[in-house]
């Protein structure tokens, strides 16, 4: 039972344009959110989060929506660049639960030049 | 560098086999979590502990043991190996302590043949 899905295993986005990344829980409980690049080899970094009481966390480049009635966030990207290029993989908590993390299964993304 | 420090890096044994992965938290962490990445696969959540007492259980198999030291530093022992049990095993640590940000690992990974 997935409780954290990311749908699309891959994307492919063009260098300066913007990258979409998805995730959707189905654990109501969760109240903090947040998102890890990973690249091959190495452990995942931490991108950026969000708590329930937002909806929009912007950090750069990098802004997180959250839609809580539908239990849906997403990591925007703007603009992209190759090294951006890694797996992404979007986590949820309950912090009134042992602060467990659970984590997605990951989108791969793709910047191409 | 995160500051988390994992060791052995890479680890090849043989099915029956058992083996320890160690980890050392980023200074002033309190929390330690194991997570366990097979090929291609997500993070699965395995275990937390937090100041030497275990605080999370995940999808851990019972032939898996965990434990944190006084020291804070944390061991996942593997027993009775089989070779679905190669992956990429990630050690993170938080400060344990309102809504924060797990810091990884480069993870250990383990072949078992």
């Known amino acids: 039972d997935q409780q954290v899905k990311q749908n699309s295993p891959s994307l492919s986005v063009q260098e300066g344009r913007i990258s979409i990344l998805n995730c959707d829980y189905t654990?109501?409980?969760?109240?903090?959110f947040l998102w890890y690049k990973k690249y091959p080899a190495e452990g995942p970094t931490f991108l950026i989060s969000i708590s329930s009481i937002k909806d929009k966390n912007e950090d750069g480049r990098f802004t997180v929506f959250l839609n809580k009635s539908a239990k849906h966030l997403s990591l925007h990207i703007v603009p992209s660049q190759p090294g951006d290029s890694a797996v992404y993989f979007c986590a949820a908590s309950d912090l009134g639960y042992g602060q467990n993390f659970v984590f997605g299964p990951g989108t791969r993304l793709s910047v191409l030049p | 560098d995160s500051g988390v420090t994992q060791t052995p890096k890479h680890l090849i044994t043989a099915t029956g086999q058992r083996v320890t992965l160690r980890c050392s938290p980023r200074?002033?962490?309190?929390?330690v979590y194991w997570y366990q990445q097979s090929l291609d696969q997500g993070l699965q959540f395995l275990i937390q502990y937090y100041n030497g007492e275990e605080r999370a259980k995940g999808n851990i198999l019972e032939r898996f043991s965990a434990q944190q030291f006084p020291d804070l530093h944390s061991e996942l022992n593997l027993s009775s190996l089989e070779l679905g049990d190669s992956a990429l095993y990630f050690c993170a640590s938080s400060d344990g302590s309102g809504a924060n940000v797990l810091t990884f690992g480069a993870g250990s990974r383990l072949t078992v043949l």
């Open positions: 200074s002033g962490d309190l929390s």
């Open positions: 654990n109501s409980m969760f109240d903090y």
